[in-house]
């Protein structure tokens, strides 16, 4: 027991190590992990990793949607439902039948069936590794939103095509209609049952006596009660937790207080971190395992029916991506669009964007060993083998490549054309004149006894002097003595903390605010 736990913790300091390797070398950093489990899998007396699908299904996927619906913006996500619904939905289908149609064609043994099966499996873009990719690039938004809309639903989608998959393997039998029917079944209750459960946790949020410890903890229990909740009745367990996300994070303002919603943003973004670096490096860690199991397939054949299976997820994706422009335009004669001229840029951009990750081994490790029958389920090592190839082929060609073909493609924001920071200043500028109208008007008579709000008023003045006066050069010498400022304000904290008297938790919550002036001149002035 202490061996494992002390394995684990070595592994969290490697992968801490790669991360910062990988902000090093200006590459996201789930390729880094990837090749980095590749190479340590490799290191003879190393004890093999095995993953089970269990664990991923129920411990990391859970939060990891939780977390991406949460930070996803709903009015983005709204105005491209349609792309995103697409691409999560029918797209998966389209290179699902795709990779059926060359698997059972140059693929000695497979069936359509297991073409759609292996199709499920690898079909759903991994979104942690095109959104960690496009930090590192000017990009878009409206192509940073669709891919991280897309990710939440195309889980979803995939899933339910392995289901039934797996049915017409294990029966030899699939009726089109009925299948049909209960996908309709399985995404709208699975939907239902999120938002249940999180009218649940909101009626707690909101009239319980709760804190913030408490809110952040029940925020972490959420995602497991939709999943688990969902999945009980076999229904979507993605989609439940993706929409109570969706529908939580839209009211959170109604129910968090700013300290839940400050501390709450750290243990988040903390957690998913580490949940990625590991599912990440544990695919690496996973080939052996995969390459023992071949059994009667030679290893290059099946690198060969990987890449086949690689190149046609990457030329499929890109052509339903054009596919999509181009049905776009001709459907924009006849219903609003929220663009009916999307052009080639960026769909190249969303076709190149296509990498998987876990949740596709996952799906592929959670192939039965036996058909109900109780022979072996067939070319199940192999569906495994091709899986982990297509997972490593495009996280790392396209990963790395896909900084290139935005800057080959050269797109430019068509919704925002302003820059950041003047966005920024903008809405500085609004808030201030704001401020200032509201305690004239509201609070003129208390305003002229009280100098504190006095002071709070000539604070926003200054704000609005600022803003017209543009004074960068200002700004910036103002940035820099004001980080002086708080350093010394840290440094007498410390000081005071010496005395005996001083209770340390008063040092301790002005060291928090600190914090919090820190940041909030970082967001008013550095934002990018």
Known sequence: MLLTFLQYVILVLIILFMVMLAQKLKIAYPI???????????????PLVQINPELIFVIFLPPLLYEAAWFTSWKDFWRWRRVIVSFAFIVVFVTSFVVAIFSSMFIPGFTMALGFLLGAIVSPPDAVSATTVM???????????ILEGES????????????????????????FHEAIGSFVLVVALGILIGIGVALIYYAIHKWMPTNSHIDIVLTLTAPYAMYIAAEAFHFS??????SGGLFLSYRSHLFLNYQSRFQSHSVWGTLSFIMNGLVFILIGLELPVIVDQLEDVSLSSAIGYGLLISAVLIVSRILCALGASVFTVFISRYIQTADNRPGWKGPIILGWAGMRGVVS????????????????????????????????????????????????????DPDHHLPLEHQHLIVRRKLAEHSVRFLNDQ????????????????????????????????QTDFRKVYKNLLAHQRQLLIELNRDPETDEEIIRNYQDMLDIEEEKMRIRYEAV
């Open 32 to 46: 880094v992990l990837v090749l980095g489990g590749l190479v340590f899998s490799f290191i003879p007396g190393l």
């Open 135 to 145: 930090k590192h690039v000017k990009v878009p938004k409206r192509s940073s939103a």
């Open 152 to 175: 939440l639903l195309n889980d979803a989608s995939s899933l339910i095509i392995f289901r039934f998959a797996l049915i017409a393997v294990d029966t030899g039998h699939f009726i």
């Open 237 to 242: 367990g993605v989609l439940a937790v993706v």
């Open 361 to 412: 081994l996952a799906a592929a490790l959670s192939i039965p060993i036996y058909l109900t029958d109780h022979s072996d389920f067939p070319q199940r090592n192999l569906i495994l083998f091709i899986t982990f190839v297509v997972i490593l082929v495009t996280l790392v060609l396209q990963g790395l490549t896909l900084p290139l073909v935005i800057k080959w493609v050269n797109m430019e």
């Open 443 to 474: 609070h003129g008579e208390l305003l002229q006894h009280n100098i504190a709000l006095q002071q709070l008023r000539d604070k926003f003045e200054s704000d609005k002097f600022e803003l017209d006066q543009e004074a960068e050069v200002e």
